[in-house]
């Protein structure tokens, strides 16, 4: 009898653990339907088109719409997710209060009328319509957790660079289905809740190039650096029951004055450079992939800065300088450095590139050919090179006065499609070959990841192979090996 009695405690104590953490679960999955007890109805839930078979696409619903089985796992589920990370500080440690402000996006610089859109198509913008103000506008942070803006090695000097993040070249581009940010090593904490400062979803590595962050060393002394930084990352900024939508700058600025040994904090700054488009998105309108919107636009101003930063202790290095005080022993441009970063993320600035229309004209005089991308925002031997952005061609065929710029510049436009796309011309504006970087993307994950070389370089190569190849069929002069 008394084994019955506390067996029936047993069941009774597992009974009463599983109805609590199972109403947690609830909680936690409330937006998602339990299909337990009717599993069958699933699969013609999710054929859309009835051919009674399921695409990937049609397949993946069932994560964002289904929950197949009642599993107790809450707490790993959020453990899967990065939110605002807890940052301690140390007894003595240095404060530094970093204030973050945010404009909304002006609905006027999109290319789409919102007064336009229907209910339906405005939905899925509710998360971009919504967000006036930054999360947080004010948070305090320890100095030694910008540690992480340091380089490896010690007494670099200025014109030293090196990756904060840096994203794997074979890996292909992440899903474009997803929320929240999965968890972020222990030393990218800081960089995660500073972006969170502007919106609790930021991820580190942007779903397409240009990915990552780096660094590099401006100006030293024998105590401090001044360190100049460019950040890459994006911001998902629906939640479900709404359909993904993709907020991403075209870069963060950032600058950094921080003692050698990560202790004592001078100055930090954080930006979206103030240009005539600086932000691009992309949104689900339906519910396969094909179902996707982009857009691009201009927000007045994201940034965080510094301010009301405590004195640090006065054992640390540097305790006693002030700001204003700061002699820099080394130093490079902040025209120099910022250039640099962009070789970074840019191989192809290596060469140099020319203003539109510029390179027309040089290649004219060298008998060479036109290398031109066209953004939504090695060829030194055989091309003139230019780069420029959409808006930038479409102020020229209005505004310019020289109907062979104009020209020239609807040529462009009229071979243009979104992102990227890269043209080779002649001089006189006949285009010979093109390419788009989401059909090269498409290409590189096709090819082997065991390759030596990067698989996007061979291709580019190749691009620009068979461009001279077909250049040389119709005019001779251009040579043809490159």
Not at 82 to 109: R, Y
Not at 120 to 131: A, I, K, M, S
Request: hydrophobic share 40%; charged share 25%.
């Amino acid at each position: 009898m008394k084994r019955l009695g506390l067996l029936f405690l047993a069941i009774f104590g597992f009974v009463c653990f599983y109805y609590i953490k199972n109403s947690h679960d609830e909680e936690i999955y409330s937006d998602l339907k339990d299909v337990t007890s009717e599993i069958e109805v699933v699969f013609k839930d999710l054929d859309n088109n009835n051919d009674e078979i399921l695409t990937f696409d049609e397949f993946y619903n069932l994560k964002s719409s289904y929950r197949i089985l009642r599993r107790n796992q809450a707490s790993e589920y959020l453990h899967l997710i990065q939110e605002f990370p807890d940052l301690p500080v140390q007894l003595g440690e240095q404060i530094i209060n970093i204030e973050a402000t945010f404009k909304p996006l002006l609905l006027k610089s999109l290319t789409k009328n919102i007064t336009d859109l229907s209910k339906e198509e405005l939905n899925p913008l509710q998360g971009l319509l919504n967000w006036n103000r930054p999360f947080k506008e004010k948070h305090p942070f320890g100095s030694k957790a910008f540690s992480t803006f340091l380089p490896s090695e010690s007494d670099v000097k200025p014109g030293y660079t090196w990756w904060i993040v840096e994203p794997s070249k074979y890996a292909g581009p992440p899903p474009n289905r997803r929320y929240f940010p999965t968890k972020v090593p222990q030393k990218l904490l800081i960089l995660h809740a500073l972006l969170s400062l502007f919106h609790p979803q930021p991820f580190l590595w942007t779903r397409f190039t240009p990915q990552g962050t780096v660094a590099i060393v401006r100006a030293a002394s024998d105590n401090f650096y001044d360190i100049i930084f460019r950040v890459h990352a994006e911001f998902q900024i629906n939640q479900p029951p709404l359909l993904p939508f993709w907020f991403t700058p075209s870069q963060f600025q950032g600058r950094l004055i921080i003692n050698k040994d990560g202790t004592v904090v001078k100055f930090f700054a954080l930006k979206v450079p103030d240009t005539k488009l600086n932000v691009d998105m992309e949104w689900f309108s339906g519910r396969t992939e094909d179902d996707m919107e982009v857009d691009i636009g201009y927000i007045p101003e994201m940034s965080l800065i510094s301010s009301e930063i405590s004195v640090p202790g006065d054992n640390e290095r540097g305790a006693n300088e002030t700001l204003s005080s700061l002699q820099w022993t080394y130093e490079i441009s902040m025209e120099d450095a910022i250039e640099t970063l962009e070789r970074q993320f840019f191989p192809f600035k290596k060469v140099k590139y020319y203003k539109f229309p510029e390179a027309f004209f040089k290649a004219s005089d060298e008998s060479k050919l036109v290398h031109g991308l066209i953004l939504w925002d090695l060829l030194q031997k055989h091309f003139v090179s230019f780069w420029t952005t959409v808006a930038e061609l479409k102020g020229m065929v209005q505004e310019n006065p020289n109907p062979k710029n104009s020209l020239l510049a609807k040529t462009c436009l009229n071979n243009y499609v979104f992102p990227v796309e890269s043209l080779i011309l002649f001089p006189n504006g006949s285009v010979i070959h093109r390419v788009n970087a989401n059909d090269l993307l498409t290409l590189v994950e096709k090819e082997s990841l065991f390759s030596i070389q990067d698989p996007l370089e061979t291709l580019y190569h190749q691009f620009l192979q068979n461009a001279l190849l077909m250049s040389k069929a119709i005019n001779p002069i251009y040579k043809e090996e490159l």
